[in-house]
């Protein structure tokens, strides 16, 4: 054992090296604040905790939209946004009018990796291989009437103009089903 000055230390058996009270009482403070950081910053998301929400309109219009973009590539660019990236076969995707948790994690055999659009946008501005970047999905527009809906669902490009093309759907509500009225295509320059 031994006393260094100011505070009382001991010997960690399997170091040798003396640690002080105070120097434990800092490194659990940091560890404590790492994980509150990492917690909030997402890291440990569970995309589960999404997937297991009852689901309700919000999510199935989301859900018909994005089987509407993927049937026989209806999406303008939709081919860059499923390209093989850090996330595996997951594709971006965010919304810019709902809150994150109405985004599906997987519609059909298709697989999401949700993020906040900030998010998105700094990670495909700090990788400089622009080649392989894929485009990310976003629910762009999210308007409910009475028993009809509009939606806006993009892809864009993670560069610093935007580029890409968008689908505005609309749906109607007849009793407990749904039902695509209309949708226009269009490009993003």
């Known amino acids: 054992m031994h006393h260094y000055g100011v505070g009382h230390s001991f010997e960690f058996p399997a170091c040798g090296k003396p640690w002080t009270l105070a ?7 940091l560890i404590i604040i790492s ?3 990492l917690t909030n910053a997402g890291f440990f998301h569970s995309n589960d905790v999404i997937s297991n929400l009852p689901t309700n309109d919000t999510t199935e219009v989301i859900k018909m939209c994005i089987k509407k973009a993927f049937y026989k590539n209806t999406l303008p660019d939709l081919s860059f946004a499923t ?7 997951s594709i971006l995707l965010t919304s810019e009018r709902l809150p994150l ?6 519609v059909d055999s298709i697989k999401f990796k949700i993020m ?9 501005l700090a990788d400089s291989n622009w080649e392989r970047q894929p485009n990310y999905l976003c629910i762009n527009n999210f308007e409910k009437t009475n028993d009809k809906y509009e939606v806006i669902i993009v892809s ?7 580029s890409g093309g968008g689908l505005h759907i609309f749906i109607s509500k007849e009793s407990d089903s749904l039902r695509i009225t209309n949708v226009k295509g269009f490009s993003i320059n």
Do not use: H, W
């Open 23 to 29: 120097a434990i009482f800092t490194m659990r403070i």
């Open 35 to 37: 994980i509150v950081l």
């Open 83 to 89: 390209r093989k990236y850090k996330f595996g076969d």
């Open 101 to 106: 948790r109405y985004l599906p994690v997987n």
């Open 116 to 124: 906040k659009r900030s998010e998105i946008r700094s990670l495909l």
């Open 156 to 162: 864009l490009s993670g560069g610093k103009y935007y």
